[in-house]
């Protein structure tokens, strides 16, 4: 008896060496490697009732996110066989991940840029098919602020830029008293409020400064807010919590967030424009394309023209690209990326995402230019 | 099998069992002691090895390839500098708070009240930190505006509150006041053991004397808990130095390298940094913020290192 005992604590010892052992190589695993590949899309595997079926994975803007879980949650329904992710790891680590084939598709804040080689690397990624950029979400980007008493105010790019860049201090200064005649300013000292993460927002909000008001705003144009000193907050409910608590206070953020703020009004050519969605998808209509960026005949990278003078419309707006191929390995992937994609892009899915995201749909003209690059998506 | 039993000597079978089962609980016991010890220190090194190998290509970049075009450690610097001042002014508030708070349940307050109490301030830990951040901005925050705006008018030639005040309540000052409150219970829990172990003799010994309760806690109980007090304030201070949740909530980060405790200009933390960074980096940027990640490594390994050193000093006196 005292041996049968012996024999299983022995073995229960001997238990304790292996658990050892998985614990040292577990840790072993850990220390060394760092992946961060998601699954690569894989073929269909069994016909659901839609049309469509195939797993397929993407990654890419926080901007997107809202967006992307409404289309997918929509494309899931009219499609039981499809499973569709979305991973919003940020816009840079989006397309890093569709660079080396981890995921289908991505989603961008930023056109792939011809830095690094990275828009040849997509090209080589999506052969021997081709590669495709378009537009799928349009933001604009709100300039919130707090002032009590203040219903109604309007700022010129040049006013917007002093007051980011601290140059004027002050609600009644007279630079902004000029653009609000009839408005009681109060002498309140002005809280400027900016990201303290590093976002697309920022970046499209500093481009816009540095390109419409450039001797003002001398800054590098960068995700990462580049004036000290100011009132920082983290991600947009961050920002529009910051700017809702303290009196004085003015931030950016996407309009669809900025809840109960007022909005400023901002000059654009001689009028006064507010972010509307239907002003932001008219600022896109209206860029060109950048030739360098948009190489092939389904990559549709737009130069935003933020001087824009045209009447109605809105020139801060955020941009976010849809990356994808034309071709994939297998036919059931590609045909599950051509369908969602064409859903994305359709009047039906930027309603959807104008309804839960608060973006801007692509207007009809945009839609029918850039529709063609998803429909060339093929099996190859 | 159990009449064989009853048949032998059951005394000498009693004596060989337990004696062989002792050797082999013992052997048992001594290798499980031994697997958890190794396993601590792997863990420790695996973190160490992961942070240096993600961290070497930041260490030896050129600084046009890092994130704001900064060599690496004046990257660093502002970060590790608002981090220790962080955990630091976390510290100074909590460690008062949390020994007197400590005294009172083991000497002062009757043995019921005390337990509650005491059951209560361990409760405070079971908090989790993005509530202690959400609090920070929505009630604390706001609530000190007024009182951040009367100290910058009033002690505004001290560094310290050198103003302009924030108008939103995300600062330095908030940042560090609510870090106190979560150290608070890890600190006041380990002065609580210490000061409930104080031997009796010591305190009648004293009170015989004629000491009152001040002069009796002040002559036994203080000296007596003296190194568990700093090594729990080690611990308070490691956890400061880490939080990076209500961190990220709560202040507003802008790079400045300040003691102004009470503007709305202030030095981010190494672990805020990380977070507030990390999902849109890509590249050489993850590097550096890993690469800060071991900087704050080091920060806490010295810092408990030192703890060591000092009660190592006060128990060699």
Redesign the interface.
């Known amino acids: ?2 041996n049968e ?2 024999g299983s ?2 073995s ?2 001997r238990w ?2 292996v ?2 052992f998985a ?2 190589l577990a ?2 695993v ?3 490697g ?1 992946s961060s590949d998601s699954e690569t899309g894989s073929g269909g595997s069994s016909s659901g009732g839609g049309e469509v079926s195939g797993e397929i994975a993407g990654a890419g803007s ?1 901007a997107q996110q809202a967006a992307q879980e409404a289309w997918i949650a929509e494309f899931e329904n009219a499609n039981s066989g499809a499973t569709i992710s979305y991973d ?6 989006g ?2 991940q569709f660079l080396s084939g981890g995921v289908a598709y991505a989603g961008s804040d930023a056109a792939l840029s011809t830095e690094e080689g990275e828009l040849e690397k997509a090209e080589k990624r999506c052969a021997p098919g081709e590669l495709i950029e378009v537009p799928d979400y349009i933001s604009p980007i709100a300039i919130i602020y707090n002032l009590p008493g203040v219903e109604e105010l309007k700022l010129s790019p040049e006013t917007l830029a002093k007051i980011f860049a601290q140059e004027i201090t002050s609600w009644n200064d007279p630079a902004i008293a000029k653009d609000n005649s009839g408005v009681d300013l109060p002498d309140t ?1 002005i ?1 400027p ?1 900016n990201r ?5 927002t920022t970046e499209n909000f500093t481009e816009y400064l540095s390109e419409v008001v450039p001797s003002v705003w001398k800054f590098e144009v960068s ?3 580049p ?8 991600g947009t409910s ?1 920002v529009v ?2 700017v809702s ?5 003015i931030g950016y953020a996407d309009a669809s967030q900025a809840g109960e703020l007022s909005s400023a009004q901002v000059k654009v050519g001689s009028e006064w424009a507010e972010p509307t969605p239907e002003a932001a998808a008219k600022v896109l209509e209206e860029s060109p394309l950048d030739k360098e960026l948009s190489p092939g005949k389904y990559t549709f990278a737009y130069q935003l023209d933020r001087k824009t003078e045209s009447e109605g419309t809105y020139p801060i707006v955020l941009t976010s690209y849809l990356i994808a191929c034309t071709k994939y390995g297998s036919a059931s992937e590609a045909e599950a990326v051509k369908a969602y994609a064409e859903y994305v892009i359709s009047p039906e899915g930027q309603e959807l995402a104008a309804e839960q995201a608060g973006s801007a749909p692509l207007s009809p003209a945009l839609t029918k230019k850039v529709m063609p690059a998803v429909e060339a998506i093929a099996a190859g | ?1 159990a009449s064989v ?1 009853t048949t032998t000597n059951a005394g000498q079978l009693l004596a ?2 337990s004696g ?2 002792r050797r ?1 609980g013992d ?2 016991f001594s ?2 002691a031994v ?1 958890a010890a ?2 601590i220190l ?2 420790l ?2 973190v160490a ?2 942070l240096l ?2 961290g070497y290509p930041a260490l030896t970049a050129a600084a046009s390839e890092l ?2 075009g900064k060599t690496f450690l004046d990257y660093v610097a502002p970060l590790a500098f608002g981090t220790v001042l962080a955990a630091a002014l976390a510290a100074l508030i909590a460690v008062p708070l949390a020994v007197a708070a400590a005294l009172f349940i083991t000497h002062v307050a009757p043995p019921r009240m005390a337990l509650t109490l005491g059951y209560l301030v361990d409760l405070l830990a079971a908090i989790p930190s993005i509530i202690y951040g959400l609090w920070g ?2 009630v604390l ?2 609530k000190m ?1 007024p009182v951040m705006k009367w100290l910058e008018a009033k002690l505004g030639f001290i560094p310290f509150f050198d103003g ?1 005040a ?5 600062t330095m000052l908030v940042a560090g006041l609510v870090l106190a409150v979560m150290i608070l219970p890890i600190v006041s829990a380990v002065a609580r053991e210490a000061f409930a172990q104080t031997p009796r003799r010591l305190r009648e010994g004293a009170q015989a004397l004629g000491a009152t309760r001040w002069e009796t806690i002040r002559m036994t109980v203080l000296p007596f808990g003296r190194s568990s007090v700093i090594s729990g304030a080690m611990l308070g201070l490691g956890r400061a130095l880490g939080e990076t949740m209500a961190v ?2 709560i ?6 390298v300040t003691f102004n405790l009470i503007s ?2 202030n030095p ?1 933390t190494i672990a805020a940094n990380i977070a ?2 990390f ?5 050489l940027a993850i590097n550096a913020l890993i690469a800060t990640g071991l900087v704050l490594f080091a920060i806490t390994l010295i810092t408990n290192m030192g703890a060591r050193w000092i009660i190592a000093r006060q128990e060699g006196e």
């Not at chain 1, 303290?196 to 697309?200: A, H």
């Not at chain 2, 924030?166 to 995300?170: A, L, P, Y």
């Not at chain 2, 202040?251 to 400045?256: C, F, M, T």
């Not at chain 2, 999902?279 to 590249?283: H, I, K």
């Open positions: 008896m005292s005992s012996k604590l022995m229960s010892s304790l060496v658990i050892a614990v040292a840790l072993g850990a220390a060394c760092s926080t919003p790891v940020g816009s840079g680590g397309r890093e000292r809280t409020v303290s993460d590093e976002s697309g995700g990462d807010w004036v000290k000193g100011g009132e920082a907050a983290s961050g919590e910051a608590a303290g009196e004085g206070t | 099998m039993d060989a069992a062989g089962r082999l052997r048992v290798r499980t697997l190794v396993t792997a863990l090194a695996g090895i992961f190998s993600e994130p704001e901005i929505f925050g706001p505006v302009p924030s108008v939103t309540g995300r990220t909530i202040l507003s980060v802008s790079g400045a709305q200009a981010s507030l960074d999902p849109e980096s890509s590249g």
